[in-house]
């Protein structure tokens, strides 16, 4: 089974590199690999060596314009792994993931994007390459720190919740990507959405897309107060996404057996919002409340560029530096074994640098491991697709703890 072409000019090359995560992510990536080859694509190659000039990272870059395939096809041939950064990747995704198809070169991003996420399997999941969405902060701690539980149990997990507090800011690709996707919902995608399992494979015996669910995956969660954590927990504006990614992990070990050492079979999973305040910890349900209001409002398209084109510009490296994330997770085995364990990470998006660099690093260096185990191409999580291999260079990261 064909791994990775290492023969190619570059190791990894980087889609959306002149924006704010994107400068990130090839900064991380020549921290972690300094001797590899790196390209980065854009409309204007000029801007892309000029946003790394006063840096030390030195890269080569390749013209490609998401519009025109056949430039995507070229430039990406010349890459083994491309890493994803320029959303919205609902209307900027499926050109990029299509040219990987045809060039055979493994496909990573960092979207947030469940309608988009599910899209991927439904088109691509006999695809000849790994497709693995979902690399940044959306979603790789949630899912990995899962499968970390399970390795330090030693056994299979019957129930995860993960309590997550942080202290960040937004980019404008964030801002924009949510204002886009709030102006385009629908019934078809709300109801996309509204599935805590909308991403598990359709041939899940057990928890398919639309399947009843218990209370503890129910998005719908309580404010409650932890005493363990002198903490108020409550429904997280992240949960949306990252439950869905760490429910479709366990749907494809149920399906596929790779990791069945890890899941069990009735296998659960809620992640919440921990805050210092009871006020604090309503918010995400006050923020649920206004949806519908918010969707009305941005679908007229002056509004939405209006406050489009106030976008934050994101946190600058001082900014940054003040920014933080923890985990803890409270994990179960069936034979009801507990644990609790605990990842902190810096601001979000200096940790999607970090993720999403190491997911294309794992990729480079395992990919015919990782395709063997998986057993083909195909659309899968960080977790399933990437596994032990890339939790042992997650834990390796300066920049996220586990324990």
Same mark, same amino acid.
């Given at each position: 089974?064909?791994g &990775?072409?290492?023969s190619?000019? $570059?190791?990894v090359?980087?889609?959306?590199a002149?924006?704010?995560?994107?400068?990130?992510?090839?900064e991380?990536?020549?921290?972690?690999?300094p001797?590899?080859k790196?390209?980065?694509?854009?409309?204007?190659?000029?801007h892309?060596?000029?946003?790394?000039?006063?840096?030390?990272v030195d890269v080569?870059?390749?013209?490609?314009?998401?519009?025109?395939p056949?430039s995507?096809?070229?430039?990406f041939s010349?890459?083994? &792994?491309?890493?994803?950064c320029?959303?919205?990747?609902?209307?900027l995704?499926?050109p990029?993931?299509?040219?990987c198809?045809?060039?055979?070169?493994?496909?990573?991003?960092i979207?947030?994007?469940?309608d988009?996420?599910?899209s991927?399997?439904d088109? $691509?999941?006999r695809?000849?390459?790994?497709?693995?969405?979902?690399c940044?902060?959306?979603?790789?701690?949630?899912d990995?720190a899962v499968?970390?539980?399970?390795?330090?149990l030693?056994a299979?997990?019957k129930?995860?919740?993960?309590?997550?507090s942080?202290?960040?800011?937004?980019?404008g690709?964030?801002?924009?990507?949510?204002?886009?996707?709030l102006?385009?919902?629908?019934?078809?995608q709300d109801?996309v959405l509204s599935?805590?399992?909308?991403? @598990?494979?359709a041939?899940?015996?057990?928890?398919?897309?639309?399947?009843?669910?218990?209370?503890?995956?129910?998005d719908?969660?309580?404010?409650?107060?932890?005493a363990?954590s002198?903490?108020w927990?409550?429904?997280s504006?992240?949960a949306?996404?990252?439950t869905r990614?760490?429910?479709?992990? /366990?749907?494809?070990?149920?399906?596929?057996g790779?990791?069945?050492?890890?899941?069990a079979k009735?296998?659960?999973y809620?992640e919440v919002?921990a805050?210092?305040?009871?006020?604090?910890?309503?918010?995400?349900?006050?923020?649920?409340?206004?949806?519908p /209001?918010?969707?009305?409002?941005f679908?007229?398209a002056p509004?939405k560029?209006?406050?489009?084109?106030?976008a934050?510009t994101?946190? @600058?490296?001082?900014?940054?530096?003040?920014?933080?994330?923890?985990?803890?997770?409270? /994990?179960e085995t069936?034979?009801?074994?507990h644990?609790?364990l605990?990842?902190k990470g810096p601001d979000?998006y200096?940790?999607?640098?970090?993720t999403v660099?190491l997911a294309?690093?794992?990729?480079?260096?395992?990919g015919?491991?990782?395709m063997?185990?998986?057993?083909?191409?195909?659309?899968?999580?960080?977790a399933?697709?990437?596994?032990?291999?890339y939790?042992?260079?997650?834990?390796?990261?300066?920049v996220?703890?586990?324990?």
């Amino acid at each position: 089974m064909p791994g &990775v072409d290492r023969s190619r000019p $570059f190791a990894v090359g980087v889609l959306g590199a002149s924006g704010y995560t994107g400068r990130l992510v090839v900064e991380r990536l020549r921290a972690a690999r300094p001797d590899w080859k790196l390209v980065v694509f854009g409309r204007r190659p000029q801007h892309l060596r000029a946003a790394f000039q006063t840096t030390n990272v030195d890269v080569y870059a390749e013209p490609v314009d998401v519009d025109a395939p056949a430039s995507l096809v070229g430039a990406f041939s010349q890459a083994s &792994v491309v890493i994803a950064c320029a959303g919205p990747f609902s209307t900027l995704g499926e050109p990029v993931v299509r040219a990987c198809i045809a060039t055979r070169t493994h496909y990573v991003d960092i979207t947030g994007e469940v309608d988009y996420m599910r899209s991927l399997i439904d088109q $691509f999941s006999r695809a000849p390459i790994l497709i693995v969405p979902a690399c940044g902060y959306d979603s790789v701690p949630s899912d990995l720190a899962v499968l970390y539980a399970a390795k330090q149990l030693h056994a299979p997990l019957k129930r995860a919740r993960i309590a997550v507090s942080m202290r960040g800011s937004v980019s404008g690709g964030t801002f924009r990507t949510f204002i886009d996707t709030l102006s385009k919902a629908s019934q078809q995608q709300d109801a996309v959405l509204s599935d805590p399992f909308a991403l @598990n494979a359709a041939d899940d015996p057990v928890k398919a897309p639309g399947s009843s669910f218990s209370a503890f995956e129910s998005d719908n969660v309580p404010v409650e107060y932890d005493a363990s954590s002198g903490l108020w927990t409550g429904p997280s504006a992240m949960a949306p996404i990252n439950t869905r990614v760490v429910r479709r992990t /366990a749907s494809l070990s149920r399906c596929r057996g790779a990791l069945s050492d890890a899941y069990a079979k009735e296998f659960e999973y809620r992640e919440v919002q921990a805050s210092t305040s009871r006020l604090a910890a309503m918010l995400p349900k006050a923020l649920t409340a206004i949806k519908p /209001a918010l969707q009305f409002l941005f679908s007229w398209a002056p509004v939405k560029r209006l406050v489009s084109y106030l976008a934050p510009t994101g946190a @600058n490296e001082t900014a940054r530096a003040r920014n933080w994330f923890a985990y803890k997770v409270d /994990a179960e085995t069936s034979d009801g074994s507990h644990a609790t364990l605990h990842l902190k990470g810096p601001d979000p998006y200096v940790a999607t640098a970090e993720t999403v660099a190491l997911a294309a690093v794992c990729i480079v260096e395992n990919g015919g491991k990782v395709m063997q185990r998986v057993g083909a191409g195909g659309v899968y999580t960080p977790a399933f697709a990437l596994g032990h291999e890339y939790l042992q260079l997650l834990m390796k990261s300066p920049v996220l703890q586990f324990s």
